[in-house]
């Protein structure tokens, strides 16, 4: 997967026109700050409760429901995209605006794959959880 975006970000950066969309300034720089400790909260967070997550779905052998994902199913996918838009948002160019969303479409592309194979090694288990848990973005409960 990880190949699919650098390669796919290479060819984008080097074909995409530079070009500044806006000017991000202090601003840009706490959102990239705290899109990275986001991302390593979640990459925490994720890590503590399943040792296996980052691994391939073979490896995998217990449906993990709790921690980070009792909140999305996909928290370190999740956590990606925000740290792409995050380093848009600190140097919003046209190339890194264009690398962030294919890394983005790959993302969301793979969490698909992986849910059918979820799906296929934990059946009922992973239908129940996809029911109660959203993909990407938490819902918030009144």
Known sequence: ????????????????????????????????????????????????VHKKAPKSVNNIDKLITEGAYGVIRHPIYAADIVLFLCIFLFYPDYRILAVAVWAAIVLVFWAGLEERMLEEKFLDDYRAYKQRVPKFIPRFKK
Request: charged share 5%.
């Open 1 to 48: 997967m990880w190949a699919i975006i650098i390669i796919g970000g290479i060819i984008l950066w080097e074909s995409v026109a530079r070009g500044t969309l806006f000017y991000s300034g202090m601003a840009g720089i706490i959102i990239l700050l705290l899109g990275i400790f986001n991302w390593l909260y979640v990459m925490y967070k994720a890590g503590g």
